[in-house]
């Protein structure tokens, strides 16, 4: 029996035209939640800046307002303070009904998935490995933690984790990612164009795990292989992960 609204059959005029698809998307930003006195928060916060520069540069930040009141911060001054700090606040949240200047930052959100508190840098972490004095090897071996807010990135190989990745960190590999740690932030493997590329860690915890631009989010993933020691890889257009043990 046809369906209400659609044709009992596709003709084949219908087939040849392209299909209409929607798409999802899901983002990371970072949440600062600013606390009274503002002016002590604004000087906390340009203390972290101060100790790793790279730590916000060019991320997505989202205001959580729910750590004041309008007695206690005018929005407008904070609006200016933050965009005079070359922030990029996206949107906001918790923000009282009515507060005048709460617009200033953007479309109000609600019903984030929190991913844990970030680990803060205490000093500036480099954006890139350091070159190596001589021939670079063909894979990079990192024998320390990746740090909140530190990116390693490496076209020309597999990279290596001998600790932990934390949330907010990110690796990009051209070849395999290897961590022999809990992969809590993001991991890109085969970046520059390698299908064959694999992702490997000893506790899966990730934010992100990407193969040659196709993604898996933290929601996309199956709840059994939380915790567990786990290997993804691409079959065609989908990531695959399983467990190690």
Request: with cysteine; proline share 9%.
């Amino acid at each position: 029996m046809p369906t209400p609204g659609y044709p009992a059959r596709v003709s084949s005029t219908d087939r040849t035209r392209p299909v209409f698809r929607i798409h999802g998307r899901s983002f990371l930003a970072l949440v600062l939640r600013p606390e009274p006195p503002v002016e002590q928060w604004l000087a906390e916060l340009d203390a972290q800046v101060t100790r790793s520069p790279v730590f916000l540069d060019g991320k997505p930040v989202l205001l959580d307002l729910g750590g004041v009141t309008a007695q206690d911060a005018d929005l407008l001054g904070l609006a200016r303070a933050l965009q005079a700090r070359g922030l990029r606040i996206v949107g906001v949240e918790n923000a009282e009904p009515g507060w005048p200047g709460a617009a200033e930052f953007g479309p109000a959100f609600s019903g984030g998935r929190p991913t844990g508190a970030v680990e803060l840098p205490s000093a500036a972490q480099p954006a890139t490995p350091p070159p190596a004095a001589e021939e670079e090897p063909a894979g990079l071996v990192i024998d320390s933690p990746v740090r909140s807010g530190q990116s390693v990135i490496y076209p020309k190989g597999d990279v290596t984790v001998l600790g932990s990745v934390a949330s907010g960190a990110e690796v990009f590999a051209g070849g395999s990612v290897h961590i022999y740690g809990t992969l809590r932030g993001r991991v890109v493997a085969g970046f520059t164009g390698n299908p064959k590329a694999r992702v490997f860690c000893r506790r899966l915890e990730a934010e992100l795990v990407a193969i040659d631009g196709v993604y898996r989010t933290a929601d996309d993933m199956d709840e059994s292989l939380r915790g567990r020691a786990v290997q993804a890889w691409l079959d065609g257009d989908s990531i695959v992960m399983t467990t190690l043990d």
